[in-house]
């Protein structure tokens, strides 16, 4: 049984930082491809952050240079670095996991960022 839990959200002021981390289960980790996605009331949910299986990471035009990806294969875990939280990044945080024939989503962590 695959299963992705999330961790790491909360209430934090304008400027702080969050880490967030993803613990996978159940799938040959390394090979997938993973993501944070954020979707935030009435909006769609998006990327926010990839790495590959290679380790190469990819970041949506809001986050670059705040946010920072990251993935430990020996652990299943990955990992997302918030800095400069804004109040636009709130949202609930999703990690997602892509490979051959598989999609699999977590269950979704709140950050909220108000003063």
């Known amino acids: 049984q695959v299963q992705l839990v999330e961790s790491g959200g909360g209430l934090v002021q304008p400027g702080g930082s969050l880490r967030l981390s993803c613990a996978a289960s159940?799938?040959?980790?390394?090979?997938?491809?993973v993501s944070w996605y954020r979707q935030s009331p009435g909006k769609r949910r998006d990327v926010v952050a990839v790495v590959t299986s290679g380790g190469t990471t990819r970041y949506a035009a809001p986050v670059k240079g705040r946010f920072t990806i990251s993935r430990n294969n020996a652990e299943k875990k990955v990992y997302l670095q918030m800095n400069s939280l804004k109040p636009e990044d709130t949202a609930v945080y999703y990690c997602n996991v892509v490979g051959p024939g598989d999609d699999y989503w977590g269950q979704g962590t709140q950050v909220t960022v108000s003063s």
């Open positions: 159940g799938i040959n980790f390394r090979i997938y491809t």
